[in-house]
């Protein structure tokens, strides 16, 4: 399993609309081939802030799969405006759980 970690900033008084967005487009993720769960964090100092978390089996399930699917253009659609600056996407794998 690899985790996605999406870092979002959203543009001034539209954080409510991008969360709604992002509830409306689960079900594409869900759907989607090796995606494994989504959650969405909000950052405490930095309020236009977000972090997309999404589990995939692997790395091309979201790079090729997802992201050249008509799902990830209907995601976009319904959070894309939104954006005040390109998110910055990586992938991560656990090397250590402490507990």
Known sequence: MIQEIAQ???RPGLEVEFEKGVAAAAPLFR?????LGMR???SI??????RL???????????VG??????????RALV???FDTPPEVEHVSEVLRGF
């Not at 999404?54 to 979201?62: G, I, L, R, Y």
């Open 8 to 10: 979002i900033d959203i």
């Open 31 to 35: 759907r989607a081939k090796g995606c």
């Open 40 to 42: 969405l964090l909000a």
């Open 45 to 50: 100092e930095k309020p236009r802030r977000y």
């Open 53 to 63: 978390l999404v589990d995939w089996e692997t790395v091309e399930d979201h790079n």
């Open 66 to 75: 997802f992201r050249g699917s008509e799902d990830f253009k209907a995601w």
């Open 80 to 82: 894309g405006h939104c």
